[in-house]
């Protein structure tokens, strides 16, 4: 029971499955090549299908409007999700007139396809024959601040435990207490029974998705978490994890906690 309260204040930390979009891991985001600043790619995720937005020039060097609608097609050898579809150019109405919808074309110049995982992805398209290949990943404006007491839930699966009862998956209530700076994170849990846990470990931020590896400690317990996919709003925080410790050798689970404060 100690070990599962510790294990869901890791899992708050992060969290990318429980996600508005519950399909799977939620790519909804502005992905760039930070080597190539001036360009890039805006993916909105519903369901099964990326809509992408691209930002990117012509022969003239002028802006043109490319958007691809890639449907997910399966995971690649590798677990990243594949989503593929027609890439298409738009022409309309000059802005400062009043909107005819009726004068947009739409042509479609190639495909595109978008294969990711939680933080970094390959855009692979065409446009009249021109084929392009990027490395994305997620674009970072500003980091999310964790700071503050929550009450969740904490959800997990324990195998390769040295008590083989322990190999179970549990759900655990607890509170919650967060610490975070740019580049830290600090996490104490405690659950009914009174028992606490600690969490110290780094804090990185990829667009809308934090992640932390770090160790921790429960009564009796030593380990060492990573957490990711972790998404947070104004009423909480959810988060995917992995840990290991003294008494399990791997642990999986994911969590969800709002806000008290």
Known sequence: MKKYAAFLLSAWLFSPFASANTFTTDLTDLWWNANESGWGVTATHQREVVFLTFFVYGTDNRPTFYTGQASYTGQAGSGALIFSGPMLVTNGPWLGTTFNPNAVTIRQVGTVT??????????????????????LTRQTFRNNDLTGTYAG?????????????????????????????ATGFAMSTNNASGSVCNYSGN?????????????????????????YEMEANPSGITAIFTANDNTCSQITGRFAVVKRQ
């Open 203 to 227: 804090y990185r931020q990829g667009g809308r998705m934090g992640s932390s590896t770090g160790t921790y400690t429960c009564p009796g317990i030593t380990g060492n978490y990573d957490m």
């Open 114 to 135: 978008f294969t990711a995982f939680v933080d970094a992805a390959t855009l692979s398209y065409s446009i009249d024959g021109v084929v392009v290949n990027k490395a």
């Open 153 to 181: 839930v904490f959800r997990q699966t324990a195998a390769g435990c040295s008590n083989a009862a322990n190999n179970v998956t549990t759900e655990t209530v607890v509170g919650v207490a967060i610490n975070n700076t």
